[in-house]
């Protein structure tokens, strides 16, 4: 089965720049077969949003509160997913999730993070 692994988080003022990574296992990369790679982000007290979503053929979607900011890739060779977060802000502080599901992304969707498998995630906090 689809295992993941999130690293990358830390602490940082606000402007400055994170990278974080997700190490893929247990799945190898089809170019015909559709899946969704994404990231989410949960803040104490408020739900699970989705941050940013890649298919399998690169196409990317974005939340509205991290477009411009937030870049989402994937090195399909090294079944790793990236997410370069750039001039962060104290609203971004969160754990931060990888995710997996068959077929195209939804991001936007309600149901989309049904159905998910998670990463344990790993801590971003922008404060000064």
């Known amino acids: 089965q689809v295992q993941l692994m999130e690293s990358g988080g830390g602490s940082v003022q606000p402007g400055g720049s994170l990278r974080l990574s997700c190490e893929v296992s247990g799945y190898t990369y089809r170019s015909y077969s559709p899946y969704c790679m994404s990231w989410f982000r949960q803040a104490p007290g408020k739900e699970r949003e989705g941050v940013a979503a890649i298919d399998t053929d690169g196409a990317t979607t974005y939340g509205d509160s991290v477009t411009g900011r937030f870049t989402i890739s994937q090195d399909n060779a090294k079944n790793t997913l990236y997410l370069q977060m750039n001039n962060l802000n104290t609203e971004d502080t969160a754990m931060y999730y990888c995710?997996?599901?068959?077929?195209?992304?939804?991001?936007?969707?309600?149901?989309?993070?049904?159905?998910?498998?998670w990463g344990q995630g790993t801590q971003v906090t922008v404060s000064s």
């Open positions: 995710a997996a599901k068959s077929g195209y992304c939804y991001l936007k969707s309600p149901r989309f993070k049904v159905n998910l498998t």
